[in-house]
């Protein structure tokens, strides 16, 4: 569980702990695996029986999976009107214990596609990763807080009593009280799987595709937290957002036939296959990771809303017999387990408290060198027990005996990768090499050296809204192209995380990526397939195609393509800027208000020579969009002297990169 921990806070801070990756890709590579061999290993062979990829027979699949759900469903309603007792929480303090346990998983919400649809996507594939994105936005809220997921399980946190720490913080991961090492699994499985989305893309399609359907936790969880007079709304959104007909989950299977599409039509049917079961596994993935604490079976004893494994409960049960007379025997023991010493654990009236019986064990656990788990010969508190031990004699021959079997219990299954490697048949590629010599233009994540681009030096923001960005002659293709393609990384980087997005200027930057992507204004309710169906979406991306038309150049087919020569240079320092968003916050969205300058001064421009009127139309609509929604992100940091000073500077060094292109 220390493992995942760790992870969730380093992925929600990657930019401070870049080192990190090779650790991140490695374990991706072993939930895979992992989630490979466990549907190898069973009856059960879930998407692994359509062997060979066919669209009827997945359709039917997942039918017949929604099907399943919905007859489980009228079975527990049966039940309940029967008299049955709910089948989830045994009384509300054990809803609210659910619901707390519930929080690393449900605050990052979306994170399965948090970096999805980036400018170095290749072109061929954005129409794909778009819908996808699409998918994103409204976990997001479309740019609306109160509609926000993870903004939503907040308040749902602060009303039953239980707030908590930033996400991303560290005092978020020291909480001892969440402590369900599914949870913190199941978490970091979303912060990872979307993490490095040109190498992983059908895998987070796949992903994405169980990910979307109902559960029957959250049906079951939307009846009995009404029936215990608790907020059922955030599972309640989820069952009707999913739905299979316009919703996440026709949407997630519309993503995932239009890619094997592509796949078929570029590459042939033995890369469709080999991207088929690419696919599977992160279907399988998703499938095979618990991502709630639990819930209480009928007839298991249940206290505080916690239950052990035999091994627990068998230690629990020793310790609790030694909690008598724990200030006898172990006075003199100044061993400290999560801060408190075994005396301070084992005070009787506190041990009485199942809670603090859970908090004791999954500490002991992580206790080393005391406990290495699936090691007791190994562990210092065997043989502390052992001859010559300052705890000899306080423990029968059958509770160490007891106390060996829990330690070996807590051994971790190292999954194999090589089963990811040899179900998919992709060539395996080791981390080192994958991160080594990778390129901002084509790779993601990167983090390159930062530019010098003097972005935080004195500026004067008077009158900077009032601005203009002047595109009077020709420009300079090479560096217009490559600046125009580049130009959203800006603010892709400000919302990839879901926490940080809950909030009112991040949910302004959300806009106005909707906006830059083409997608239609917001509404009061989600678009779902009816924002896929659109034949009259025009983006950012789009109109530079049509710019590349227009002016007789070849259509880039990738930024790698578009950024070419040394008159790039700008741009790609404003990508490695890009990569690390919470630092450069300000600065960014300074660049974005220039960035709207230009699109507002080439909507206005006379000249037909880079876009037809129709596209000048567009394009001012966006600006007006981009303009509406950063107004939200200047009012929020004016009144800070430094922050203005950021965004002057950045608004400045992107004006004279554009004036310099067209001079």
């Not at 298991?300 to 200030?327: C, M, N, P, W």
């Not at 924002?531 to 009259?536: P, S, V």
């Not at 008159?567 to 709207?596: K, Q």
Request: hydrophobic share 40%; aromatic share 10%; charged share 25%.
């Amino acid at each position: 569980m220390q493992v995942h921990k760790s992870l969730y806070h380093q992925l929600q801070n990657i930019e401070n702990h870049p080192a990190v990756l090779p650790q991140a890709r490695d374990h991706l590579i072993a939930l895979l695996a992992e989630a490979v061999e466990h549907t190898q290993n069973t009856t059960n062979q879930s998407i692994f029986a359509i062997q060979e990829y066919d669209t009827d027979a997945l359709v039917r699949f997942l039918s017949e999976k929604d099907h399943k759900i919905t007859l489980q469903w009228e079975e527990y309603l049966s039940r309940r009107k029967a008299g049955k007792p709910r089948e989830m929480f045994k009384n509300q303090e054990h809803a609210k214990w659910w619901l707390r346990q519930s929080a690393p998983v449900k605050y990052v919400d979306g994170a399965w596609l948090g970096h999805i649809h980036k400018v170095s996507t290749p072109f061929a594939l954005r129409s794909i990763t778009k819908n996808m994105w699409q998918i994103l936005s409204e976990e997001l809220g479309d740019g609306d807080l109160v509609k926000n997921h993870v903004h939503i399980y907040r308040k749902l946190m602060a009303e039953i009593g239980h707030p908590l720490p930033a996400a991303d913080s560290r005092e978020f991961v020291d909480d001892i009280e969440m402590d369900a090492p599914q949870v913190w699994k199941a978490a970091v499985a979303q912060l990872l799987i979307s993490l490095f989305p040109h190498e992983f893309l059908p895998e987070i399609l796949g992903f994405n595709m169980h990910f979307e359907m109902l559960t029957w936790d959250t049906m079951r969880a939307i009846t009995e937290l009404k029936e215990l007079g608790l907020n059922h709304y955030y599972f309640l959104l989820h069952v009707s957002i999913d739905n299979a007909d316009s919703g996440h989950t026709a949407m997630a299977m519309q993503s995932v036939t239009e890619y094997l599409k592509h796949i078929q039509a570029t590459e042939g049917s033995s890369a469709t296959q080999e991207t088929w079961r690419r696919i599977q596994t992160g279907y399988l993935l998703s499938e095979t990771l618990p991502s709630s604490p639990g819930c209480v079976a009928s007839g298991t004893d249940f206290a505080e809303g916690i239950s052990f494994s035999k091994y627990e409960a068998d230690i629990t049960r020793i310790f609790q017999a030694k909690a008598l007379v724990a200030h006898r025997l172990h006075c003199s023991s100044k061993v400290k387990i999560r801060g408190r010493t075994l005396v301070e654990w084992l005070e009787p009236s506190a041990f009485e408290s199942r809670k603090r019986q859970n908090e004791f064990i999954n500490a002991l656990a992580e206790s080393k060198p005391w406990i290495y788990k699936g090691d007791p010969d190994r562990s210092r508190l065997i043989k502390a027990m052992a001859w010559d031990g300052k705890m000899f004699g306080s423990f029968t021959q059958l509770e160490v005996e007891a106390l060996r079997r829990w330690i070996e219990s807590l051994a971790v299954h190292q999954p194999d990768p090589k089963h990811y490697w040899a179900f998919t048949g992709r060539t395996e590629l080791s981390s080192e090499s994958v991160f080594n010599g990778q390129d901002i233009r084509a790779d993601y994540p990167v983090f390159p050296a930062l530019p010098k681009l003097d972005l935080l030096g004195p500026a004067n923001p008077t009158g900077i809204l009032d601005a203009l960005v002047f595109v009077d002659g020709a420009p300079r293709l090479s560096r217009f192209i490559g600046l125009w393609f580049a130009q959203s990384c800006v603010l892709e980087g400000l919302i990839t995380i879901p926490f940080r997005t809950a909030n009112p200027t991040s949910s302004a930057i959300i806009r106005v990526l909707r906006a830059q992507y083409g997608f239609a204004p917001e509404g009061s309710g989600v678009a779902g397939m009816d924002e896929i169906r659109r034949i009259d979406s025009v983006d950012l991306h789009s109109i530079g195609m049509e710019v590349a038309t227009m002016t007789g150049i070849a259509q880039p087919k990738d930024l790698h393509d578009a950024l070419q020569g040394e008159e790039s240079g700008f741009a790609v320092s404003m990508l490695a800027l890009s990569m690390r968003p919470i630092a450069h916050r300000d600065a960014l969205l300074g660049m974005a208000w220039a960035f709207m300058r230009l699109h507002e001064a080439l909507a206005a421009s006379p000249s037909p020579r880079l876009l037809t009127l129709k596209t000048k139309s567009v394009l001012r609509d966006i600006a007006h969009r981009e303009a509406s929604a950063l107004q939200v992100c200047w009012d929020e940091l004016k009144s800070d002297q430094v922050r203005r000073a950021c965004f002057s500077n950045g608004f400045d060094r992107v004006r004279r990169e554009v004036e310099a292109v067209f001079s």
